[in-house]
């Protein structure tokens, strides 16, 4: 869940968070929920949605842990912001 590829897009530095990850591509415990709480900070509620590389790219750890992760950091925003993370940007962005 590194989002290194939004920097130039956004005008934002999210790059410090992907750095905590190790030459392994390991993430360090809480590193998700840490990386979305800065994106969001940094991009706002109208620019981070959700994705995954599941079920191919589990060295992050399971697909579980990862949504237990982005509901923590999202679970205590107003219900349209967790609509635009978990569905409505997406739709936005691809004019489904």
């Known amino acids: 869940m590194c989002v290194t590829g939004v920097v130039s897009q956004a ?5 410090a968070p992907c750095q905590a990850e190790g ?3 390991e993430v ?3 590193g998700h929920g840490a990386r979305l709480e800065h994106a969001i900070t940094v991009l706002g509620w109208d620019r ?3 994705g995954s590389n599941m079920p191919i790219d589990r060295i992050g ?3 579980t842990e990862l949504i237990a992760a ?4 999202t679970g205590e925003a107003a219900p349209e912001d ?3 993370f978990w569905a409505g940007n997406a739709e ?3 004019r489904l």
């Open 11 to 15: 005008g934002g530095d999210v790059r």
């Open 23 to 25: 030459a392994d591509g």
């Open 28 to 30: 360090p415990p809480g």
């Open 48 to 50: 981070v949605l959700f």
């Open 61 to 63: 750890g399971t697909y």
């Open 70 to 73: 982005l509901k923590a950091v």
């Open 82 to 84: 967790q609509q635009k």
């Open 92 to 94: 936005r962005l691809y």
